[in-house]
């Protein structure tokens, strides 16, 4: 299904991800290298490693200290958790952080999927473009009255690693 750049908005309005960006593409077959998935896995590692400055997002995800540490140390993926690629390598993609983000498996990359298959066939493709690597919906970001301990509880933790980090 060819879609405009408002009809994509509004597919993803009804798939509750309003607020996810999305860019246009049109996708060329590309060729990728047969070690992709190597490089890949390596890339997840040092892309997670990088997520210390996205304390605030990773906040929103209620994730526990071990969860959390393993995550920023590049060591593990909690569950329920998906490192996605902004535009697939077939279609062109790179294998760069800046061409990845993290989200919750379900819902959000789930629905992401449906509405990148319903595409099928399309010359031009809309693909979800957040303007952050940790995408959070509006509708999970918004906080009660008073402060939120568990930002500032990870925000020292990432202080702490980033400082370390740079003593090596």
């Known amino acids: ?12 309005s009804e798939l509750h991800m309003d607020d996810m960006p999305v860019m246009e593409i049109r996708p060329t077959a590309t060729h990728v290298d047969t ?8 890339l ?25 540490m393993a ?6 993926m909690p569950q329920n958790l998906s ?11 790179k294998l760069e952080t800046d061409n990845l983000f993290l989200c919750q498996t379900f819902p959000h990359s789930q629905r992401l999927d449906r509405f990148i298959i319903e595409q099928h066939g399309a010359e031009t ?3 979800p473009n957040p303007a952050k690597r940790v995408y959070v919906s509006v509708h999970e970001s918004a906080g009660g009255d008073g ?11 990432a202080a702490q690693i980033g400082m370390n980090r740079s003593m090596e």
């Not at 299904?1 to 993803?12: G, I, K, N, P, S």
């Not at 990088?50 to 995800?61: G, K, N, Q």
């Not at 402060?147 to 933790?157: I, P, V």
């Open 35 to 42: 070690d992709w998935f190597a490089k890949y896995k390596k």
């Open 44 to 68: 997840c590692h040092e892309f997670m490693e990088s997520l210390t400055d996205s304390i605030d997002e990773l906040a929103f995800l209620n994730l526990s200290q071990n969860e959390f």
């Open 71 to 76: 995550l920023i140390m590049g060591r593990a």
């Open 83 to 93: 490192i996605r690629f902004r535009v697939p390598l077939v279609w062109g993609g």
């Open 147 to 157: 402060g939120n301990a568990t930002t500032d509880r990870l925000s020292q933790m």
């Open 1 to 12: 299904m060819q879609l405009t750049h408002d009809t994509a908005q509004r597919r993803l």
């Open 125 to 127: 493709i809309w693909l």
